[in-house]
């Protein structure tokens, strides 16, 4: 059983920073992508960020140059550091694991976190 927990979120002022983190745990022998993704009232999840394990990362056109994914592969843990929020952030950050192999088996499976609430408001 693979668990994502998330941390950080909260409330913020417009052009404030907030930092997101999301650890794995479970029997986890490798993880291949980890990513965010964000839900706000009545619309779709969308993709916010990725990135690989070997350090390649996708951003949502929208958060380009004001958010910075990473992750720490020995701790199975991936961070969001989001600059310059804007009130359009505001949204529940859920993050992801993907094609995550778990022993001994070497199961492959996609684990969501139970997300953390980000609201940008003055």
């Known amino acids: 059983q693979v668990q994502l927990v998330e941390s950080g979120g909260g409330l913020v002022q417009p052009g404030g920073s907030l930092r997101l983190s999301c650890a794995a745990s479970?029997?986890?022998?490798?993880?291949?992508?980890m990513g965010w993704y964000r839900q706000a009232p009545g619309k779709q999840r969308e993709l916010v960020a990725t990135?690989?394990?070997?350090?390649?990362?996708n951003y949502a056109d929208s958060v380009k140059g004001r958010f910075t994914i990473s992750r720490d592969n020995a701790k199975n843990t991936v961070y969001l550091q989001m600059n310059s929020l804007k009130p359009d952030d505001t949204a529940v950050y859920y993050c992801?694991?993907?094609?995550?192999?778990?022993?001994?088996?070497?199961?492959?499976?996609?684990?969501w976190g139970q997300g953390t609430r980000v609201t940008v408001s003055s």
């Open positions: 990135v690989t394990r070997g350090g390649d990362t």
């Open positions: 479970g029997s986890i022998l490798s993880i291949n992508t």
């Open positions: 992801n694991a993907d094609r995550v192999v778990t022993g001994p088996l070497l199961y492959i499976n996609t684990y």
